[in-house]
């Protein structure tokens, strides 16, 4: 039947459909569980499906598509019950889907190219997504293969490991009481804490690795605190790839500039002095890496804990630190914030 052959174009090309919902929400949406329509708009001409003067001339036709495709209010679906980060509508996941063949048969179908809306489908695919998509939404479709090729590794899991108290730390810290797992606007804070903001990672980047990192849910409403959130193996996981994505400078390339193989004083120095090391090649999500992750990991978290630190505690100049100074801050203020927390739930 014609749903049957749908069904299984849409299923042939699951995996490029929803890398590049996942794009577009975290890439040109606020929100990276959303797809707005300024994001939509970017989907449709960033892929090659519709044209500037295509969007203009028939926005409101688009327009009306992409709030049919939204699902509508009703105290009876578990839908209605989610908050949507604006007022104006957005499409959920399995929202997506339905627009892109809807937008299949807005380009290729009604006999401009052929009649049956799976073929058109097909078409959209293979012709504008699969071909046109930006580097980086075409890479999530094969997420798989950093893990496989740089993350699991036995030099990974030792960097892992020796600041496992850390890191462990500072996920429960962010996370906040009765959270259970990590949001990304707690996640793009942790990093502007961090002074990972100040090189080589935007927020889009932070917002990508977040969205990358997750495990997959089935459905997206019943099992929201999953799909919005990171759990602690998502998060180490998420930290690998941010380290991954920065690309910081090698402990020779920052002897030979500033005098220290330390990235933070690297990183505290003037613009003027940070200019004195290009910009690597391997810096960003789609470049070529030409270090071991477990390199580039090492440099993030030894620096970690110093601006964070600065910034929890009021610190002595000359004073020496250690992670563990941090930790025993951010402990404390985890137990104090928890106490808050569960004497206001009449724990």
């Not at 892929?47 to 003067?53: D, L, V």
């Amino acid at each position: 039947s014609e749903i049957a052959e749908i069904r299984a174009a849409a299923m042939h090309h699951y995996d490029a459909v929803f890398c590049a919902y996942n794009f577009y929400c975290s890439s040109a949406s606020e929100n990276p569980f959303y797809l707005d329509f300024a994001a939509f708009m970017a989907f449709l001409g960033e892929c090659n499906i519709a044209t500037a003067q295509v969007q203009q001339a028939r926005e409101k036709e688009l327009r009306e598509m992409f709030q049919d495709a939204t699902v509508k209010s009703s105290r009876d679906t578990p839908e209605a019950q989610l908050e949507l980060p604006t007022s104006e509508p957005a499409l959920l996941r399995f929202e997506f889907l339905e627009i892109v063949i809807r937008i299949a048969i807005f380009k290729f179908g009604k006999g401009q190219r052929t009649q049956n809306i799976a073929e058109a489908l097909e078409y959209l695919c293979t012709e504008c997504i699969g071909d046109s998509m930006p580097a980086e939404g075409r890479m999530a479709v094969n997420a798989n293969a950093m893990r496989r090729d740089r993350m699991y590794v036995q030099e990974v899991d030792d960097v892992l490991s020796a600041h496992q108290r850390l890191l462990r730390t500072v996920f429960d810290f962010y996370r906040g009481p009765g959270n259970k797992r990590l949001q990304v606007d707690q996640l793009l804070l942790l990093a502007q804490h961090a002074g990972m903001l100040k090189y080589n990672l935007t927020r889009t980047d932070a917002k990508w690795c977040f969205v990358v990192s997750r495990m997959l849910v089935v459905d997206e409403v019943t099992n929201r605190e999953a799909h919005v959130g990171l759990n602690w193996v998502d998060f180490l996981e998420c930290i690998c790839r941010m380290a991954d994505v920065q690309s910081p400078p090698t402990e020779a390339d920052l002897q030979a500039a500033i005098g220290s193989s330390k990235l933070w004083e690297f990183l505290t120095v003037k613009e003027i002095g940070r200019q004195r090391i290009p910009r690597r090649g391997s810096s960003g999500m789609t470049r070529k890496k030409t270090r071991p992750l477990e390199d580039k990991l090492e440099q993030i978290l030894e620096t970690l804990f110093i601006p964070m630190l600065a910034l929890h505690y009021s610190l002595d100049p000359e004073e020496e630190l250690h992670e563990l100074d941090l930790v025993q801050v951010l402990q404390e203020q985890h137990e104090a914030a928890t106490k808050v927390y569960e004497a206001s739930q009449g724990r």
